[in-house]
């Protein structure tokens, strides 16, 4: 049973930077592809990124060319790298992964899942 861990989150200024990781359990994390999605409070669960097995990025239009996703396998690690954060960006920030190898943003197609760690955004 995979298990994640994020971490990284807190309350910044809006335009400021954050860098989330997530921990994996086991090392199929590398066999896994990896995404990133966000709860706002009284909203449902958004797809913000994913990167594949073998490293191909896909990034919600909203955060495209400021949210970056990356992976090291060797650590069994995932990050976002998030920079010039708005205030509408405040939310539980999860981790998940799929067992399988393709790009996907459907949140049903993932299989394990983080317990989320919360971004705060001030205006």
């Known amino acids: 049973q995979v298990q994640l861990v994020e971490s990284g989150g807190g309350l910044v200024q809006a335009g400021a930077s954050l860098k989330l990781s997530c921990a994996a359990s086991?090392?199929?994390?590398?066999?896994?592809?990896m995404g990133w999605f966000r709860q706002a409070p009284g909203k449902e669960r958004e797809f913000v990124a994913v990167?594949?097995?073998?490293?191909?990025?896909y990034y919600a239009d909203s955060v495209k060319g400021r949210f970056t996703i990356s992976r090291d396998n060797a650590k069994n690690t995932g990050y976002l790298q998030m920079n010039s954060l708005k205030p509408e960006e405040t939310a539980v920030y999860y981790c998940?992964?799929?067992?399988?190898?393709?790009?996907?943003?459907?949140?049903?197609?993932?299989?394990?899942w983080g317990q989320g760690t919360q971004v705060s955004v001030s205006s």
């Open positions: 998940s992964q799929y067992s399988g190898q393709w790009i996907t943003t459907r949140l049903n197609d993932y299989d394990y």
């Open positions: 990167v594949s097995v073998l490293g191909r990025t």
């Open positions: 086991e090392r199929t994390f590398s066999s896994y592809t």
